[in-house]
Each structure stands twice: as C-alpha cells, then as structure tokens.
C-alpha cells in the first residue's frame, strides 16, 4: 500500500484515538493531535496499530514528539514508510 | 496523655542539613507512632499536623529564599521514610500536600507564589490534592472545565472521589479543564483557599487501612481569581510527568518504606526481649531466613528509590524540570517503577513480618504490625499499580533504551550509530 491508499487508511486509523473529534468531522491535518485528545497511553496504541494494519515498521528514531504534532507530520512519517517498503 | 497533647516544640533546623537532624526526625516518629492507633479509628490526625506545621516540615520543599527549608527530593525521601517510621496515613497526608506544594514552588505565577510559599512554610497552609475524576485513574484528563465568569474570575465545580483530608484542608490545589472549548487532556491547575470554596463532604471514608487519611469524596464549588491558575510552559501532562508524579512517588515510596521498616524494628526488637521471644517464637533457621529476606525486601525499596532520587536530581542539574529527559519514556517507566517496587515491595515485606511474629504479634488487632499490614495493602491500589504497569508495558516496547542511565541523559547522544 502506497501513496493514497496508505494516507486514507492511516486517516481512518488516526480518528480512533482521537476522542475529541466528533464523528463525521474532516480530521484538520494541521490541529494539534493532543489538542484532538491524542495522550501518550492512546499514542501507542495508535501506533501498534499502524504497523500492524500497515505492514510498517517505525523506527524508535522516528518516535518523537514533532512526528506525532499534527496528522499531517504523521501522514508525512506513515507515506514515507510506506514508500521505502515498497522499493 | 501524649507529649503532642503537652506540646512538645520540635523543630527541623532551617540551617542544618536534614540528613544531620536524625535526632529530631526520630523523636518525630515516636511522636506520630504514639498517636498511630488513634488515628486508625479513621480520625485524620490533626495533631500530627500541627507537629508537621510547627517543626517547618510543611514546607519542606519551599525555597529556602521563601522561608522554607529548601529541600529537595532526596530530603522528601528522607522525611517520609521517617514519618511513615511514625505512621503510615499522616506520611501519605504530607506526601500528597508536598506534592501540591512542588508544582506550585515550580510552576505558580510570581504573584501566587509570593502569597502562598511563606505562608505553607510558616505551617498556615496545609494543602489538599485534588487530580481524581470517578471513573478516571488518569490525572491528565478531567471532565470538569473552568467557567469565566465577569472579567477575571474563574468559577470551579468539581466533584472528586476521592480527596485526603479534605475535611481538614486550608487549602485546594485542583485540576480543571481549561475551559468548557477545549478538550478534557487540556489541564490546568487552579488553587483555592478554602474559604473561596463550598465544600461538600459526599461520603465516608471507611476502609481497611490508611483510615486517618480521611479520603472521601468532596462536592467543591466556587470562584476564584485568573491569578489563581498555574498553567505550566510546556503543558500540565508534561509537568505531571516531570515533577508531580515524581515528587508524589518518592513521597509515598517514602512513607511505605518507613511503613515497613518500623514493622521490622518493632518485630526485631520484641524477639530481642528474652522475655518476649519466649511467648513468640525461636530464633531458628527459619526465623532468621524469613528476617533476612525481610531485609532484603526494604533494602531493594531504599536502593531503588535512593537510585531514582540520585539520577532526577543529575538530570535536574543538567537540564532542569522542564527539560526533555524528565518527561522522556526511559524516565517515566522508571518512575512508575519506583512505585509498583515500592508498593509491593513493603507490602510484601509486612507480610512476611505478619507471617515471622505469628498470630500473637502479627494477627492481634490493634497491634503496630497488623495496622501496618491494612495500611500497606493500600499502597498498589492507590493510583493503581494495574494501570501503571500496563503504561509502562506498552512504552517499553517502544523504549529501546535499556542501557546506562547516564546515555539516556539529552545530550548524551544514545542514538548514535544506531
């Protein structure tokens, strides 16, 4: 999965955690995902989750605070993988 | 009648090293130790505290420049252990008002902290903890949002759970939602006096053990001043992780050890009395056994929280509170581990005590050794240590870091070569 495919399941994966989005809301790509109800427990979470629907693997390198900002920093990280784990 | 009834003055010396006050921090112990079995009768030990108030140990983490004593961690350790040498429910009412008084030293605006230090150093101001929501084991999240009223005044509602010595607090230190826009992880802390707040009594606090805490559910309703709230720079979550919880966890890791610990001198000292060991037990090879592991048990407790002391107070040193290691997962599994090892630890460690004195001493009720047992039990259930473990678990995956401490410290570049 590439490109699209990857940015709209990561988007359908990505609203799960957000509990302050209210259902049938555009998820901004720009909001801050804390400020959506994204904490550290839930951001784990997440992530297992990502990998495993994905088939990724993120590396700890990437688990950082700016990756994990907004859903675009994250779409950013999640596109990327997918791209390199198709080459 | 009790030397706290007469009113003996002690007083921890502002000008000495805590860690050289062994004297006045032991005859602290047996004060609080004689009042013990009293407060057992869940009566919240008002005379305790006004001990606490007048040796100066209110403010024991006020700066000294506030007319504090100054100290930090490794004096809350200190302090604790030897309190809950005393009695365990009046170490936990300290442990959570020095708690309050950390975040607020830390984080409060100039003007708060200028009203409110001097005063919890003089011993006017004992401080309640307000940071559980029902439903919630979380201290992140809170359902409850901050209402502007006219101009600058901020209108609290909140129910809590579970409060110790509400009843008996000058004061309220509580989470909010920012406000009634935002979401429940965006948490502020807003002081208010007592006399700023209705404060209704919504249940009895009837439990097995810890019962002079006198932790029941509160109804708190008021308005308080903007300037009463403490909105940390880099956001409440992350001043939990950094110094509340931390400050927290010491403070009761503290008081359980002290917990144990005076169970084990009590135990060691009745079968050291020939008199004593005749109606108790042998000293065989399965008594010293079983006291040997005791020992064991309270010095992993003393090496894992003078561990944990020791490495916050370097990476205080090198980045502040606010920096990134404090809040990094490496350091909040560990500080969660100061808690889960603390807890079951010293528990276990009674157990073992209760199982060494047998049924004369260990099971009699009333006894020192059998309120220590009910007290201690308390210990993994208060902030559930369930929850914290799988916290922990499910960072640990993610947390490659098992290596030296001192690589895990920003700056010490551990990613290197990887």
């Known amino acids: 999965m590439h490109g699209n495919g990857a940015r709209e399941a990561s988007l359908a994966i990505l609203r799960q955690y957000l509990p302050a989005l209210s259902d049938g809301r555009e998820l901004p790509l720009s909001t801050s995902l804390r400020s959506l109800g994204l904490n550290s427990m839930r951001a784990v979470d997440l992530l297992l989750d990502l990998e495993d629907q994905l088939g990724i693997t993120v590396p700890d390198s990437a688990l950082t605070d700016e990756n994990f900002e907004t859903a675009g920093t994250l779409l950013a990280l999640v596109v990327s993988l997918t791209d390199a784990s198709d080459v | 009648m009790s030397e706290l009834v007469t009113g003996v003055a002690l007083t921890i010396d502002r000008d000495v090293a805590l860690d050289n006050q062994r004297g006045a921090l032991e005859h602290l112990a047996s004060l609080l130790r004689a009042e013990a079995a009293a407060v057992d009768d869940e009566v919240f030990p008002v005379r305790g505290l006004a001990v606490l108030r007048s040796a100066g140990l209110m403010g024991l983490l006020v700066p000294r420049e506030n007319g504090g004593l100054g100290g930090g961690l490794s004096e809350l350790a200190l302090a604790g252990r030897m309190l809950g040498r005393g009695c365990v429910s009046t170490a936990l009412i300290w442990a959570m008002h020095c708690q309050q008084v950390a975040v607020i030293a830390t984080y409060a605006g100039p003007q708060l902290r200028e009203r409110l230090l001097p005063a919890i150093a003089a011993g006017d101001l004992y401080i309640a903890s307000v940071t559980s929501e029902a439903g919630s084991g979380q201290i992140t999240s809170v359902q409850s949002p901050l209402l502007r009223t006219k101009g600058s005044e901020l209108k609290i509602t909140r129910d809590a ?187 276990s460690a009674v157990t073992r005590l209760v199982e060494l004195a047998g049924l004369s001493m260990g099971y009699q009720r009333g006894a020192p050794l059998e309120r220590t047992f009910r007290d201690l039990r308390s210990a993994a259930l208060m902030y559930s240590n369930d929850r914290l473990l799988v916290a922990s678990g499910k960072l640990a995956l993610f947390e490659t870091k098992v290596e030296p401490f001192i690589w895990q410290l920003n700056g010490a570049d551990a990613s290197e070569g990887r």
């Open chain 2, 161 to 347: 759970p579970v409060v110790t010595g509400g009843a008996h607090a000058d004061a309220f230190l509580i989470t909010m939602r920012r406000d009634v826009e935002t979401t429940p992880e965006d948490v502020v802390l807003v002081y208010a006096d007592r006399h700023q707040l209705d404060v209704q009594t919504k249940g009895v606090w009837r439990t097995m053990g810890v019962r002079g805490t006198q932790s029941g559910p509160l109804h708190l309703a008021g308005v308080v001043p903007d300037t009463n709230i403490i909105d940390p720079p880099r956001g409440f979550p992350r001043a939990a992780a950094s110094l509340m919880i931390p400050a927290g966890h010491v403070a009761w890791a503290s008081a359980w050890l002290g917990g144990a610990e005076g169970a084990l001198r009590e135990v060691i000292s009745a079968l050291k009395d020939p008199h004593q060991r005749r109606r108790l037990r042998k000293i065989d090879d399965l008594a010293a056994e079983r006291i040997a592991r005791i020992r064991i048990m309270i010095d992993i407790v003393d090496s894992f929280l003078r561990s944990y002391v020791s490495d916050y107070a370097t990476v205080y040193a090198r980045e502040g509170v606010d920096g990134d290691t404090l809040h990094g997962t490496a350091f909040n599994i560990r500080t969660n581990n100061l808690k889960v090892v603390a807890s079951e630890m010293a528990f």
